[in-house]
């Protein structure tokens, strides 16, 4: 997602003149604001984490990741769950969080509330979801291997976008929406997936006060209580219900993010610019200054607030630490032989990599051909196959679904994610080079109907 970027304020160490501010804090800003740099990070945490696991001090990576952590209030609760648990279901819950706000501004202000404009992206969502499951299956239908099908039906949306942010202009802006918008309706195929098909034996009681708790929190958005850290408090408390109910706990994020008020409080004036205006000036004195900053912030709605806030800690801390945890396979040529003959490596090799350049790309053509949508002006079919093909970077969310599907020490597992590994580098690869040589064939015509005009 784009945000506007303001330079830091002189006042501020990192807007200031020093040395260290200027050669070291305002370059890594500007790294961090680089739409591939989540990318490029994720990558690094996967070649830390290989590189790790295959390493003399292997046994280190396994032991930390093992390391049990205690979390108890009085009698109410006590959680202890390893480390690598911790990381997918706490930390996990804040990027599907991110993850439901960002669903939640496409549904009110984004591409999805034109269901015109909708309508392609999710239609080629659609393909890209159902063709590659079948292709696992078709590898995979007995046994233990086919509880992975919903692997290859993922798409890592920063992957992606990094990816297709290298190429710059050689890819249409409105078929980077495109992608952005599949990739979205993708995440809400995968939450339903993760919530319907990959969720444990249901405890009715904590069912139940998951579901009184997000009531709760509909009356509080109704009450027009703002204050964050009471639904921070009840966010909590939902992703502990949740968690222990059977259903996995990052969908409390998903339901917490959806929740999330998207339209803003104020206008585009405050109702009271006296407050505003002097604290602007100078003259006011705190209690003043506090209504003020009250006035203009409610002008942006909390769920931007909130991504605006999250969406960096999600992209540069989270999900790096996720790979770090997750990519850690010790790689070995019996390892190596096995996945080649193994049918859940296959299986998310090929779903991933045909499954999703097919499916997108048929789903796209029927939709175009049908009359139903439109190409954006600017884009051609060998656009749609590129960022089909790009698609098929399942990294961050076939990892995780990947984990929920096969038990943890399986050989199952581990075959599964050096599938992904492998995936996600040909899609980036095939894609990309697809996507070059989209600029070398003119394939657009103006008059031709299937074209949207500007």
């Known amino acids: 997602m784009a945000h506007d970027h303001l330079e830091p304020s002189p006042l501020t160490w990192l807007g200031g003149n020093r040395r260290l501010a200027r050669r070291v804090g305002r370059p890594v800003r500007n790294f961090l604001r680089i739409e591939a740099a989540g990318g490029l990070l ?42 690598e648990a911790w990381i997918n279901d706490a930390l996990m819950a804040i990027f599907f969080f991110v993850v439901g706000l960002e ?3 496409e549904l009110v202000a984004g591409e999805l509330r034109d269901p015109r404009a909708a309508a392609l992206p999710a239609i080629a969502a659609i393909g890209g979801m159902v063709v590659p499951a079948l292709v696992f299956l078709a590898f995979a239908s007995g046994g233990i291997g086919a509880d992975g099908w919903g692997i290859p039906m993922a798409t890592d949306i920063a992957f992606a976008v990094g990816v297709v942010s290298l190429l710059g202009n050689r890819v249409p802006g409105a078929m980077k929406v495109f992608l952005l918008t599949l990739a979205i309706v993708d995440d809400i195929g ?52 949740v968690f222990e109910s059977g259903i996995h706990a990052t969908i409390a994020g998903v ?3 959806l929740l999330t008020p998207a339209v803003p409080l104020q206008g585009e004036t405050p109702n009271d610019d006296v407050h505003v205006g002097a604290a602007i000036s100078g003259r006011a004195n705190a209690t003043v200054v506090r209504r003020a900053n009250f ?67 048929f789903a796209t053509w029927i939709a175009v051909k049908s009359g139903i949508s439109r190409l954006p ?28 599907a096969f038990p943890a020490g399986s050989g199952a597992i581990d075959e599964a994610k050096l599938g992904i590994l ?18 070398e064939v003119i394939e657009i015509d103006i008059d031709d109907p299937d074209v949207v005009n500007a």
């Open 422 to 439: 492998a995936a996600s580098l040909l899609a980036a690869v095939i894609g990309s080079l697809i996507l070059l040589r989209a600029n």
């Open 255 to 257: 339901v917490l993010g």
């Open 42 to 83: 994720l990558i690094v945490a996967t070649i830390v984490a290989l590189v790790w696991a295959n390493s003399p001090w292997s046994h280190s990576y396994h032991e930390l990741l093992e390391t049990h952590i205690s979390f108890q209030v009085g009698d109410l609760f006590h959680l202890d769950e390893p480390l």
């Open 377 to 404: 002006r600017g884009a051609s079919f060998t656009h749609v196959v590129g960022l089909a093909a790009i698609a098929g970077i399942g990294f961050t969310v076939s990892l995780f679904i990947a984990g929920l």
């Open 103 to 105: 669903i939640k501004r």
């Open 295 to 361: 006035e203009l912030k409610e002008q942006v709605s909390v769920a931007e607030r909130l991504e605006s806030m999250l969406h960096p800690f999600s992209s540069f801390l989270i999900i790096p630490i996720f790979a770090l945890a997750n990519a850690g396979i010790e790689i070995s040529s019996d390892s190596l032989s096995n996945a080649l003959s193994s049918d859940v490596t296959l299986g998310v090799v090929f779903g991933l990599v045909v499954g999703k350049l097919v499916g997108v790309s």
């Open 190 to 241: 995968a939450i339903a997936v993760i919530a319907i098909f990959y969720t444990e034996d249901l405890s009715t009681d904590w069912l139940l006060i998951a579901v009184g708790l997000t009531v709760l929190v509909v009356l509080m958005r109704l009450m027009r209580i703002w204050y964050i850290p009471v639904y921070v408090l009840v966010g909590f408390f939902l992703w502990l219900a």
